[in-house]
């Protein structure tokens, strides 16, 4: 599989897995809080709606007792001759419009004698069994079983309360108050329609059967059923969950309240139900969660386009590298690094450009060693095949220099002879030294003591052509771990080359720069001519001069003792003008001290 696929695919599965956790999270705790705050709001709704009911109730209660205690309900005892209790009863209705179906007095024989309606007097009315007995802080009201019938459009509750009998003990009639429970059922539903869908509300007796319902409990003809019994808690107010059935296929949410009772008289033992199904009561978060998707989805295409793109962005240097290394057995050159913007990409680049760069600089190394081996045994056989019968000449042309007779051609050739005897030796020395260099003996020393002595060796070099010679140091002392000697002869042999290579007053500056905490780098500049970038390339091989005198060892040899004491040297323009030598050494080597 492709780098860039599995990127891509990465970035991807990251994402889902990064964003499915949080959104199923996000999503159960939206569901757990809108259905904690949505059972708070069905809850207080009941208690509030029940406190209602209990006071509507109350007035409606006491409104009768009250009136059953009046003086003009002794009318009633004489057959209410004058119909003044009539009068008094329609006005009462009047005065309570749509909330009493009718007022009427019924005597011991069950005989309307007065009525707020004047039809229903003379006739007979059928008490039915008492339902419940309230307790008024005054006395007791009787409610009967309530007349419903679907489609209960005329819903009634009839409460009837004792007539005193003021002249005597005892009772002489019953006054009767009809209440439209129609208005308990239009309360309902107003408190069933809200934004967040359709409740239903049921009012149960004590005995769990429905009395009272909303709209929809009352399109499903479930009242004076007990199908709602046991969906709330005895006593108090509170909320649960319970299965739909019958009302929805999905669990609806319960907010129950109690009959607390109103103020001194004691409740009807009435509770009261609002529920709201979970499938509607959840439609917010269902509406979310599609957002959610949608929002997901197009953050997953954007995402995913980015991540191509970013993918493409950090294969293309890999498969850079990639297709270097392949082809580079077959074509050695250097690696250009990209311009990526991810650092580890830059720093993988980089890596393998100092790769292509080192292994260059090994190949060099190579055919430098080939050289210096080409060197090694030349400088052996010419040590062995020539300093011999060199030695015998210089000695002969000696021993011919100390003879009286030696005329004065004779001298000035003993004499050259001797010369050029003494330069072949050092010639041939210089050779053993380039081929087999004597390991160096590392110890501590400051490098600008090294220097300033190479300094003070080419003083008298350096005056004859009025050439400066400037040594820039830090403070304080740079400390280094290397072979004083060998450090002595690099810096001889390129401030020597300079002083050959400069006119006269020219001027040579060594600079000592702490590179960083491990190495120290020291550059040896000159104004001079100068070197060309087609003979920085052979500067160190082995007999590369550019000077009609020079060997072309100096460098070679100079180069050598910077490698073993583990550094490098490279050479370039100077600031000056002229040529720079740049040295990077090691302030610790990793060997032990000689």
Same mark, same amino acid.
């Given at each position: 599989m492709r780098i860039q696929r599995i990127f891509l695919l990465s970035f991807l599965a990251l994402l889902f897995l990064g964003s499915a956790p949080i959104a199923a999270l996000s999503f159960y705790a939206s569901r757990v809080m809108l259905r904690h705050e949505i059972a708070n709001s069905l809850e207080n709704d009941a208690a509030m709606l029940m406190q209602q009911i209990d006071m509507l109730m109350f007035e409606r209660l006491q409104n009768v007792h009250?009136? &059953?205690? #009046?003086?003009? #309900?002794? =009318?009633? %005892?004489?057959?209410?001759i004058d119909k003044r209790l009539a009068q008094f009863l329609e006005n009462m209705e009047q005065s309570y419009p749509g909330v009493y179906l009718g007022l009427f007095y019924l005597d011991d024989a069950n005989k309307i004698v007065a009525a707020s309606n004047s039809d229903a007097i003379g006739s007979y009315f059928r008490p039915q069994a008492d339902w419940i007995q309230a307790n008024l802080p005054h006395g007791q009201i009787v409610l009967e079983a309530p007349q419903l019938e679907p489609p209960y459009d005329h819903a009634q509750l009839i409460m009837r309360a004792s007539v005193p009998d003021k002249y005597s003990a005892g009772e002489h009639g019953q006054l009767y108050g009809i209440f439209d429970f129609k208005h308990i059922m239009e309360l309902f539903d107003r408190a069933s329609r809200v934004e967040s869908g359709q409740r239903y509300i049921v009012l149960l007796d004590a005995n769990g059967r429905a009395i009272a319902g909303s709209a929809e409990i009352r399109s499903r003809q479930m009242l004076l059923s007990q199908t709602f019994a046991g969906w709330g808690d005895s006593k108090g107010h509170g909320s649960k969950i319970h299965q739909g059935e019958p009302l929805s296929q999905a669990p609806v949410l319960v907010g129950y309240a109690h009959s607390q009772g109103y103020q001194a008289y004691a409740n009807l033992g009435w509770s009261l139900l609002i529920m709201q199904s979970t499938e509607q009561a959840f439609q917010s978060i269902w509406r979310l969660w599609w957002w959610f998707g949608c929002v997901f989805l197009i953050s997953s295409l954007i995402a995913a386009a980015i991540a191509h793109w970013l993918a493409r962005r950090i294969a293309s240097p890999i498969l850079d590298l990639t297709s270097w290394v392949r082809n580079f057995q077959i074509l050695p050159v250097s690696f250009k690094s990209g311009t990526a913007d991810i650092n580890e990409v830059q720093e993988l680049s980089q890596a393998f450009a100092q790769l292509s760069e080192d292994l260059e600089q090994s190949r060099q190394q190579v055919?430098? /060693? !080939? @050289?210096l081996a080409v060197v090694g045994e030349m400088a052996a056989i010419m040590a062995h095949e020539v300093r011999t019968p060199l030695s015998i000449l210089q000695t002969s042309a000696q021993i011919l220099q100390a003879e009286t007779a030696l005329t004065e051609d004779g001298r000035d050739m003993s004499r050259i002879i001797v010369e050029e005897s003494a330069r072949l030796n050092r010639l041939i020395s210089t050779l053993l030294d380039c081929a087999r260099p004597r390991p160096p003996h590392m110890r501590g020393l400051a490098v =600008? +003591?090294?220097?300033? %002595? !190479? $300094?003070? #060796? +080419?003083? @008298?070099? /350096? =005056?004859? @052509? &009025?050439? $400066?010679?400037? $040594?820039? @140091?830090?403070?304080? +002392?740079t400390m280094i771990e290397a072979d004083e000697e060998l450090l002595v002869q690099v810096f001889l042999n390129l401030m020597l080359n300079a002083i050959q290579m400069l006119p006269v007053a020219g001027h040579i500056r060594v600079q000592i720069i702490a590179s960083d905490v491990n190495r120290v780098q020291i550059k040896v500049e000159d104004d001079g001519p100068g070197i060309t970038p087609e003979s920085r390339q052979r500067l160190f091989d082995p007999f590369f001069t550019t000077r009609d005198t020079g060997i072309g060892l100096g460098l070679t040899v100079t180069q050598q003792i910077i490698l073993a004491h583990g550094g490098s040297i490279k050479a370039g323009l100077s600031e000056l003008g002229g040529a720079c030598f740049t040295i990077l050494l090691p302030k610790r080597q990793t060997k032990n001290l000689c």
């Open positions: 009250s009136w &059953s205690q #009046l003086d003009i #309900l002794q =009318e009633g %005892r004489i057959g209410d055919i430098h /060693a !080939a @050289k =600008e +003591l090294v220097i300033e %002595r !190479a $300094v003070e #060796l +080419l003083s @008298k070099q /350096a =005056e004859n @052509k &009025s050439i $400066v010679i400037k $040594v820039v @140091k830090p403070q304080p +002392l």
